[in-house]
């Protein structure tokens, strides 16, 4: 019998009975490699247009039978089995191919969840698949006349990829528990090799050479770290590698990892779940996902005393909102409690938006109202910073502590987590699901963050859909999720495509199946690749009518003339909603559709019916919302492709003209409800995309106010920047503002420009306040000279006759500049300069920053005595402004 050895992982290398091969055409290697690793047989016009994109049918099945004829003279007649329709191996043919062999060993190790108690078992095959791995997929091979076998080769390298990268970690942390460090060490730095920019790899490295003893090493491991960060991306390390290093510095390197037997947790309170299984709420079944769901269920059904995240990660259409969705079914039919929340592509510069839709689940639902009586006033206060109309629901809530007060995003945070956590319960855990975490915005990660860190001692169960590939965002969420698998409380769970055997499962369990000629599955999953999303919009596009066998499927560029032949089919009234929701977002409401559209409300109705029975857009509803409000209602597009196809085909003028109607409409609601601050970033968008410049800077501007407000600085400053580009007029407050901000963020240089913008536009009597906000930027950065001199001229532009207490702050600022600068007689003459001017003024805080400065200088002139005294006073007076800052 003959043996077929495909080396694919690296150069491709063919050997038949332990000889290594020839083939004449990079083409005939294509199409060998195609066959093995899809391990499906695949029809002739398949290959053709795969292989021959720009050929006609009749060449391209020309040059398929030319390949196929050079195959068999290097293979032998035994190898494959051709018939007039498809192309596959002989059953009889032992194929051994190494990226079969390397997933296989991969899906091995993946079906047990690791710790530190069970991975051990799979070092040997670990190692193996690093062995396999000698190369790239096919590296060095390409065909140039092939985009879509170029397209395939590329997505095959990348998953190879990933795959390798879980394997070198998962290896590095099982040989750690074991104590073999220098294995683990050599595992580590070819982890790190695929991905340079990884800290959690440099990191792993830092602390692998500290537990072997080779504390040099992990030293010089981190100022690698530091040299290619800031080489690659201009930036510092993270605060806990800093914390490594300094660890290693002091000598107070953690303990390795060690491997004990699994624990058995105690169990304070007895419940028993899943106990019966919900009705699927999609029509067609779940296929290719059985160790997915079963990894699913079993992490759910393991919380006990302590909450666990898991984030389902994959490429768009990948099915990961589905999967999440069997089980939020099930665990609903059980008794669960469900918060579920979405985050949305362009809506990232809008802070906290999942947060605030996550509380208002929480206090409109019964069950979790209910439960919110048992969470305390203060926290409640906390929330209410998010979700204004919580003082309604909970009467007689305290005023929230002022945001500049010390520990006031502590007690936001704890806040907005007890009012979660209490609201999902405990028996059986509660879930909190995020669906497209990617889209979320900069403040929204940093609570989940937090939310995540804190789930010991929880029963919560955080779930999200997310893609780890998508960029800035991705690589944070990518280390949020492996710093809550090394404490063992989360892990990423990765979907992979569907395989034909899948593909022809769904295939036969719907009634499609009896419309269709003999090889349509086959046909279904070399058309869609295997992506769920495709399989799915192919089998409702052929639902009606058969595909015969010699027609063509034709998909230009990707699905955009498959979402075109459903569009087709709605009537007017409809395709107007559609446009208007396009316009409005991926999720919208009833009432803002009507008004953008401009329907009637029966109108809406139906063209809603109908196009939720096309499968264009689905229905988000709350059913005691619902029943309390027949138009308080979401809707959702069923797909981004779907939302992008139809907004780009509107018309400009039209477009704009729906964005004028979306953002009034927005507008006049938000008003009526009394909360438009935290909307106001939604209704700018709408604004400028109208072409309303003015509206548009407005809106802006209360965003940045707003997000600046939750200390959500990064969405602040997108915000006051787009009011700038939009022309606000109050060009010189939004500069200061942005000055503002970039010295919180650290960004120095470009906080001194924003400074002089602002100059620049500002008048006389705001100038002073401005070179004061320089002049302590430049002391910040060292610049004694540049920040006395701003402190002179604020001085020398205010004149005698201005107010002592503003005057007094500066003459404090220079003099405590000229100490640092080391001139200690001059500061002493400023400070005391500022100290008469105060005492003139009868300023407290002029007088408090005064006493805080002598005090300072006294120290360090060794006159203790002194120094006591003067600040003594200074906390004296701060004590008595009541500002926990300035004390």
């Known amino acids: 019998?003959?043996?077929?050895?495909?080396?694919?992982?690296?150069?491709?290398?063919?050997?038949?009975?332990?000889?290594?091969?020839?083939?004449?055409?990079?083409?005939?290697?294509?199409?060998?490699?195609?066959?093995?690793?899809?391990?499906?047989?695949?029809?002739?016009?398949?290959?053709?247009?795969?292989?021959?994109?720009?050929?006609?049918?009749?060449?391209?099945?020309?040059?398929?039978?030319?390949?196929?004829?050079?195959?068999?003279?290097?293979?032998?007649?035994?190898?494959?089995?051709?018939?007039?329709?498809?192309?596959?191996?002989?059953?009889?043919?032992?194929?051994?191919?190494?990226?079969?062999?390397?997933?296989?060993?991969?899906?091995?190790?993946?079906?047990?969840?690791?710790?530190?108690?069970?991975?051990?078992?799979?070092?040997?095959?670990?190692?193996?698949?690093?062995?396999?791995?000698?190369?790239?997929?096919?590296?060095?091979?390409?065909?140039?006349?092939?985009?879509?076998?170029?397209?395939?080769?590329?997505?095959?390298?990348?998953?190879?990829?990933?795959?390798?990268?879980?394997?070198?970690?998962?290896?590095?942390?099982?040989?750690?528990?074991?104590?073999?460090?220098?294995?683990?060490?050599?595992?580590?730095?070819?982890?790190?090799?695929?991905?340079?920019?990884?800290?959690?790899?440099?990191?792993?490295?830092?602390?692998?050479?500290?537990?072997?003893?080779?504390?040099?090493?992990?030293l010089r491991q981190y100022q690698?770290?530091?040299?290619?960060?800031?080489?690659?991306?201009?930036?510092?390390?993270?605060?806990?590698?800093?914390?490594?290093?300094?660890?290693?510095?002091?000598?107070?390197?953690?303990?390795?990892?060690?491997?004990?037997?699994?624990?058995?947790?105690?169990?304070?309170?007895?419940?028993?779940?899943?106990?019966?299984?919900?009705?699927?709420?999609?029509?067609?079944?779940?296929?290719?996902?059985?160790?997915?769901?079963?990894?699913?269920?079993?992490?759910?059904?393991?919380?006990?005393?302590?909450g666990r995240f898991l984030g389902l990660d994959g490429e768009a259409g990948i099915g990961k909102t589905r999967l999440a969705d069997e089980l939020i079914s099930n665990a609903r039919k059980n008794g669960a409690m469900v918060i579920q929340v979405r985050c949305y592509e362009g809506q990232t510069?809008?802070?906290?938006?999942?947060?605030?839709?996550?509380?208002?689940?929480?206090?409109?639902?019964?069950?979790?109202?209910?439960?919110?009586?048992?969470?305390?006033?203060?926290?409640?206060?906390?929330?209410?910073?998010?979700?204004?109309e919580l003082e309604g629901v909970v009467p007689g809530l305290p005023a929230a502590p002022p945001l500049q007060s010390p520990g006031a995003q502590i007690r936001f945070y704890e806040g907005v987590r007890t009012v979660l956590m209490r609201a999902c319960g405990t028996t059986p855990p509660g879930i909190l699901f995020i669906d497209d975490l990617h889209w979320a915005d900069e403040a929204t990660i940093d609570l989940i963050a937090y939310l995540i860190r804190r789930l010991p001692g929880h029963p919560l169960f955080i779930l999200a859909t997310l893609r780890t590939d998508s960029g800035k965002l991705g690589n944070r969420l990518r280390r949020l999720a492996a710093?809550?698998?090394?404490?063992?409380?989360?892990?990423?769970?990765?979907?992979?495509?569907?395989?034909?055997?899948?593909?022809?499962?769904?295939?036969?369990?719907?009634?499609?199946?009896?419309?269709?000629?003999?090889?349509?599955?086959?046909?279904?999953?070399?058309?869609?690749?295997?992506?769920?999303?495709?399989?799915?919009?192919?089998?409702?596009?052929?639902?009606?009518?058969?595909?015969?066998?010699?027609?063509?499927?034709?998909m230009p560029g990707s699905v955009r003339g498959l979402l075109h032949s459903r569009l087709t089919s709605i009537d007017e009234t409809a395709g107007q909603l559609l446009s208007a929701a396009s316009v409005i977002g991926r999720s919208f409401d009833f009432d803002t559709l009507r008004e953008a559209s401009g329907r009637s409300e029966a109108e809406t109705v139906s063209g809603l019916e109908e196009l939720m029975a096309q499968g264009l857009i689905r229905e988000q509803r709350n059913v005691e919302q619902a029943e309390r409000s027949a138009t308080d209602l979401k809707y959702d597009f069923t797909h981004e492709k779907i939302k992008s196809l139809v907004y780009d085909e509107i018309s400009l003028a039209r477009r704009r003209l729906l964005h004028r109607r979306v953002a009034d409409a927005l507008v006049n609601q938000l008003r009526q409800r009394r909360e438009l601050d935290p909307e106001a970033a939604t209704a700018a968008y709408h604004y400028q995309a109208s072409g309303d410049q003015n509206q548009a800077a407005n809106y802006f501007k209360l965003a940045g106010e707003y997000a600046h407000s939750l200390y959500a600085n990064n969405e602040a400053l997108s915000h006051f920047r787009s009011a700038l580009d939009a022309g606000h007029p109050e060009a010189a407050w939004l500069h200061e503002a942005i000055g503002d901000l970039l010295v919180l963020t650290g960004e120095y240089s470009a906080a001194l420009q924003s400074y002089r913008e602002a100059v620049d536009l500002i008048g006389d009597e705001g100038k002073p306040l401005l070179e004061r906000k320089r002049g302590d930027v430049y002391h910040r950065l060292g610049e004694w000279d540049l920040a006395g001199n701003s402190?002179?001229?604020?001085?020398?532009?205010?004149?005698?006759?201005?107010?002592?207490?503003?005057?007094?702050?500066?003459?404090?600022?220079?003099?405590?500049?000229?100490?640092?600068?080391?001139?200690?007689?001059?500061?002493?003459?400023?400070v005391l300069q500022?100290?008469?001017?105060?005492?003139?003024?009868?300023?407290?805080?002029?007088?408090?920053?005064?006493?805080?400065?002598?005090?300072?200088?006294?120290?360090?002139q060794g006159n203790l005595e002194e120094a006591t005294n003067h600040l003594s006073k200074s906390l004296e007076l701060a004590d008595h402004l009541g500002d926990p800052g300035a004390r």
């Open 1 to 218: 019998m003959t043996r077929l050895d495909l080396h694919l992982l690296g150069a491709p290398n063919i050997e038949r009975d332990g000889t290594p091969i020839t083939v004449d055409t990079r083409k005939a290697i294509a199409l060998l490699t195609y066959l093995a690793v899809s391990n499906v047989r695949v029809t002739r016009d398949g290959l053709a247009a795969l292989l021959w994109p720009d050929y006609d049918q009749v060449s391209a099945r020309a040059a398929l039978r030319r390949t196929l004829s050079t195959l068999r003279k290097a293979l032998g007649d035994e190898a494959l089995d051709v018939n007039r329709e498809s192309v596959g191996f002989d059953s009889r043919l032992i194929i051994q191919s190494d990226v079969n062999r390397f997933r296989e060993l991969v899906r091995r190790c993946g079906e047990s969840y690791h710790s530190s108690h069970a991975c051990i078992s799979c070092i040997s095959g670990l190692k193996e698949a690093v062995e396999l791995y000698r190369g790239d997929f096919l590296a060095g091979f390409t065909l140039r006349d092939s985009a879509s076998f170029d397209e395939w080769q590329f997505f095959q390298t990348e998953g190879l990829r990933r795959e390798l990268g879980q394997v070198l970690e998962t290896l590095t942390f099982c040989l750690s528990t074991r104590g073999e460090f220098k294995e683990a060490i050599a595992y580590a730095r070819r982890w790190l090799s695929l991905d340079p920019l990884r800290e959690d790899a440099h990191r792993q490295l830092m602390l692998l050479y500290g537990w072997a003893g080779e504390r040099n090493s992990a």
């Open 224 to 306: 690698e770290c530091v040299r290619i960060l800031n080489r690659e991306l201009g930036v510092e390390p993270l605060e806990e590698t800093e914390k490594l290093y300094q660890d290693i510095l002091n000598h107070l390197l953690p303990p390795p990892p060690v491997n004990i037997p699994a624990p058995v947790p105690a169990i304070t309170q007895e419940f028993s779940y899943p106990v019966q299984e919900a009705p699927s709420p999609y029509v067609y079944p779940l296929v290719g996902r059985d160790k997915e769901w079963e990894i699913l269920q079993n992490i759910y059904i393991s919380i006990r005393l302590d």
């Open 349 to 388: 510069n809008l802070a906290y938006g999942p947060i605030v839709e996550a509380l208002r689940s929480a206090f409109t639902s019964p069950e979790c109202s209910d439960k919110l009586n048992l969470v305390p006033a203060h926290f409640l206060a906390e929330a209410a910073r998010l979700v204004p």
């Open 483 to 554: 710093e809550a698998e090394r404490n063992g409380i989360g892990r990423i769970l990765q979907l992979h495509r569907l395989s034909y055997s899948d593909v022809d499962e769904l295939v036969r369990s719907v009634s499609v199946a009896e419309k269709q000629p003999e090889n349509f599955a086959q046909r279904l999953y070399l058309e869609a690749e295997g992506l769920p999303f495709f399989v799915i919009e192919y089998l409702n596009a052929v639902k009606e009518t058969a595909v015969g066998e010699g027609q063509s499927w034709q």
């Open 791 to 830: 402190y002179q001229f604020a001085l020398n532009t205010l004149g005698d006759d201005s107010d002592p207490g503003v005057r007094a702050l500066l003459y404090a600022d220079w003099g405590r500049t000229a100490h640092s600068r080391g001139n200690t007689e001059e500061a002493l003459d400023l």
């Open 834 to 860: 500022a100290l008469q001017l105060s005492n003139s003024a009868g300023d407290t805080e002029a007088l408090a920053f005064s006493h805080n400065i002598i005090g300072i200088l006294m120290r360090s």
